[in-house]
Each structure stands twice: as structure tokens, then as C-alpha cells.
């Protein structure tokens, strides 16, 4: 039956408008997708199924479900389906989805075209049943504003998030029965950040993670639609004691390459971290960070702060100069870096290369100097997430002040310039694969925010000054092999 309904999603999706989707944050699961999430479920004989199927579209991931009750590798006695969707454009589709099961399985649906956060909200409010045993979905992927209807509602049932899909999760768990098995397809984005600290909590404390599957590639879980965002497939049980979790790994939705290992939950949510953060090791080793004792220092211990390049040049275009001239200052961009070198002013640029400086801008510009710079945005076809390069003087043309734009990330002291050495050895750090692996397992994003850059851990500032004079002092760029064989040793 899936198959079947495989055609009805490509169908759908390459007739439904661009902006139809975006306005309800929806993305159709491929059967691919749906079949393996339906595998994470214990296998079960006998009892009832509740399943709920919030967000459900044209009902795949509630047919991947009942495939399998079907096939007899998931037995119940008695299946009552709820599914919500609230494009009435897809409920004929999702309606017939689950009416091919009706003679093949004892079987109950409820369709409910209405507003899932509204409806649970005032369900959990009011209501009072036995609660869900199974839930299978993926939420809508929508930012929630502050001040929004959904945001209220979500906050008198204690909850407090900035995504739909964040949002559809916590519904999803607190309408969930003790023991009941959520398998859920969200954006990996919720495992860091400040923004979902909340959410992290009010998962942690109410479910433990049994499952997490990576997907590696960050375009290919819906290609359909162009989604270019590091997706995960997470099993939780609701109420049920946290012990080690199953992380596993595949480049797409094929799962050709599939690779799984058990880890202990303290890998994967660190004792003692406030943040609470949710890691997702890709393999059973440690990473060299985590092996190496001397990198153990925080940003602030160091006495280097990381900032966000505080020129927003829409804010300050009467002053924007497309080449340096008479009172001007290096407007530096991150089409400004190539590897470990600035080019500027570039003569092919699509970026301005200079800032009138006036007193207008003054407050936004940084004194002259060494600073180590990191993109805030990596390409899909980027090697590492965090790549790093150092700003010279001379290579500035000695100019007494500069301006970072806002997609840079820039390492300084008290907004002064760092010993070249130390912006040296900081890039060079920032630029080994250690680095990447590191940064990778608690970040998801094609974004590298300064919070990000100010959790990770650092050698001692006598490391980074000898691994900058070592870089510094070599005519061309080490190589990757070089720059990590370095590190080893310095940290050994």
C-alpha cells in the first residue's frame, strides 16, 4: 500500500505551490523514510494501538505503520488511528490512505481537520483519556513568533519553543500514555542552541531517547522539495528510564550505507552541561577532543572573546563604497578569505569593499589588526563547518580601522586586536579535523553562530601562540594531515 501512496506524495508535491507549502511548513515523507521509521517501533503481539498521526499529509507515515500490523510484524488485537491535517487541499487523499486498511486489519480512524496545537492544547486542558500508545510523525517546519497565537496557546500547557516542529513533538509526548513510543523525523537543530533550551528540557525531563538516525547528507532526506537542512529520525518513550541510546547513520533516505552503534547517554547528553545539549557521535570512538587532556579551556578562561561582525550593511548603505577612496575603512566580507588569506580589496567582487568612515559607522569598526575570522555560513560543499582565517594589517593596506560584516564571526580581546601568533594558532585550531568532528556532533546547521564557537573547548594560550608561530612560520598553508599531526603533538 505504501507504494501506492508513494505516487499520490510525488503527485502532490510537484502540483502543490511553493508558497502553499511554506505557509504551512509542510514536506511530504517519502516512502523510503516512512517504511524505516515504522521499523523503529518494538515489535508488539497483542494489546491496543492508539496511534496518533499529527501533521499527517496523505497519510505515509500512518500507512508505513500499518503495513507492517498488516504484514503481521506489529500485532494488535484492536488499532484506533488519529490523524490530524490541517490542509483540507490533502484530507480526500488522506482518507482513502487509511480506508484500503479497513478490511485488512481491526481497525478504527479518526480524521481530524483542525489545528493540531490548538485542539491538544485544549485536549490536555480539558480532556481525560488513556493517551496515545504510538505517535508517528513530521511536524511542519515553521518558526513560531513570540507574540503568536500558537505561542501563547503552547505556553498554558507549560510549554516553551520557537518551531512548529518542536512544538508538534512536546503536544505529541505529553498526550503520549506511560511507556507510549513516539518515532518522529524533525530538523537536527533542536539538539544546541539557546533557542530550544527549553524544549530540550521539557523533552529530557518527560522521555528517554532510545534512537537517533543522522542523516549525513543535508539535501537529500527531501530532495523533493530542496530542504537543505541535517535531518534526524528520533525514538522516545514516554516516562520510561533513560539508559543508552542507539545512534545510527545514513548518507539518505536509501539507507544503503546504514551504519548503528549503542552509546551510553552520557555521550550523547554530557553530566553537568547546562545547556543540555544532544550529541550525535557517528561513531563508538571518542573524538580527538574529547581524547586529548590539554584541550580544556573555555574562551573566557583564555581571555579571547568571539563576536558577530557588527556591520549589518543594509543598515548602513548611504555609507557602502564599492572600492576603497578618501576616508574610507576595509569592509571585509567572507568572499574577503580564501584558506588562510585575505584578498582585498577584490577587484571581481559582488560586495562592497569599503566603509566610509564616519561618525556614523565609527562605533561599528574594529582597530586594525590581527583578528582570527570565522564564516558564519558554510556551503553544502564545504569540507569542514568551521573554517577559519586570520586578517593581516599590511594586508589591509595599514588602514587604521575596520569593519567586519555580519556573516563573519570575529575572535578579538575587548574588541582589540589579538598577538599573531595566537589569531594564528586560533585558526589553525579551528581548522583541524578534530574541530570538524567535534563541531559536528552537536550542530546540524549550515550556521556557525559565536555561541557555538564560545562552547567549544580550547588548549592553553602557550599551545595555540606555538601552534600559530609553527603555521605562521611555513611558506605555504600545512596541509590538513600536518595540521592535525601538529595539534597531537602539541596537546600530547
Known sequence: ???AVEHVRLRVSKGTDAGHK????????????????????????????RLL???????????????LCAEGRLRFRAIATTAFE????????????????????????????????EATVNHLQFGNDEGFTHAILNPPYKKIQGASRHRLLLRQVGIETVNLYSAFVALTLATMAPGGQVVAIVPRSFCNGPYYRPFRDYLLSRAAIRHI???????????DDEVLQENVIIRLDRARPQGAATLSTSTDDSFADLASHQHPFDRIVFPGDPERFIHVPTSPARDAIECLPAIHHSLDELGIHVSTGPVVDFRLKPHLRDMPGPDTVPLLYPGHFEGQRVVWPRMDAKKPNALARTAETEKWLYPNGFYCVVRRFSSKEE??????????????GNAPRLGFENHLNV??????????????????????????????RFNGHTQVNATDLRLIKYPARDILMALGKWAGSRKDAPSQADLDAKLEELCA
Not at 38 to 44: E, G, K, R
Not at 100 to 117: K, M, Q, V, W
Request: aromatic share 8%; hydrophobic share 50%.
Open 411 to 440: 575572535f578579538h580581546e575587548n574588541k582589540l586586536g589579538l598577538d599573531a601568533s595566537l589569531a594564528h594558532g586560533l585558526a589553525a585550531y579551528l581548522n583541524t579535523t578534530a574541530i570538524d568532528e567535534n563541531f559536528r
Open 383 to 396: 569540507k569542514r563547518r568551521v573554517v577559519a582565517s586570520v586578517t593581516r594589517p599590511d594586508a589591509l
Open 53 to 67: 498521526d499529527p501533521g499527517a499529509g496523505i497519510g505515509s507515515l500512518t500507512a508505513a505503520f500499518l503495513d
Open 22 to 49: 511554506a505557509r504551512l511548513g509542510q514536506f511530504l515523507t517519502p516512502a523510503t523514510i516512512a517504511a524505516h521509521m515504522a521499523t523503529m517501533f518494538d515489535p508488539v503481539d497483542g494489546g491496543v494501538c
Open 213 to 223: 538516525h543522522l542523516f549525513t547528507s543535508r539535501d537529500k532526506a527531501f530532495r
Open 1 to 3: 500500500m505504501l507504494s
Open 86 to 117: 490541517i490542509d483540507a487541499m490533502l484530507l480526500d487523499k488522506l482518507r482513502a490512505t487509511i480506508a484500503a486498511y479497513a478490511d485488512r486489519l481491526p481497525l478504527a480512524s479518526l480524521l481530524r481537520n483542525e489545528d493540531f496545537i
